[in-house]
């Protein structure tokens, strides 16, 4: 079982960035498949951007933060990260990392929760407009 601490959060204004990062308690971190998901207020937990295990050389994004997110993997450091940019009031949501121990590079697999194992309590995303 991996613990995952997600950490970055905060308020923002509409047009503004923040980066999010998610530490993993695991040597073997290069080994999973990596993924963000958030919860908006009301709604269901939704994809957001998912990078395979080790370099991560294939990432996906769902269509709604395509171009202006960006995840990434530091298996140095055990972190994963979600770089935001021109962030809208829609992004407002809890957003959460996930690990999975399944060696898919698929995108129709790393875009289901129920492929991820592990996860982060979650972090606050607010957007003002």
């Known amino acids: 079982q991996v613990q995952l601490v997600e950490s970055g959060g905060g308020l923002v204004q509409a047009g503004g960035s923040l980066r999010l990062s998610c530490a993993a308690s695991t040597r073997t971190f290069s080994s999973y498949a990596m993924g963000w998901f958030r919860q908006a207020p009301g709604k269901a937990r939704e994809f957001v951007a998912a990078l395979s295990w080790k370099s991560g050389a294939n990432s996906y994004y769902a269509d709604s933060v395509k171009g202006r997110f960006t995840a990434s993997r530091d298996n140095a450091k055990n972190t994963l990260y979600l770089q935001m940019s021109r962030l809208k009031p829609e992004d407002t949501a809890v957003y959460y990392c996930?690990?999975?121990?399944?060696?898919?590079?698929?995108?129709?697999?790393?875009?289901?929760?129920?492929?991820?194992?592990?996860w982060g309590q979650g972090t606050l995303v607010t957007v003002s407009s």
């Open positions: 996930a690990a999975s121990t399944v060696a898919s590079i698929f995108k129709e697999d790393l875009e289901r929760m129920s492929m991820y194992d592990d």
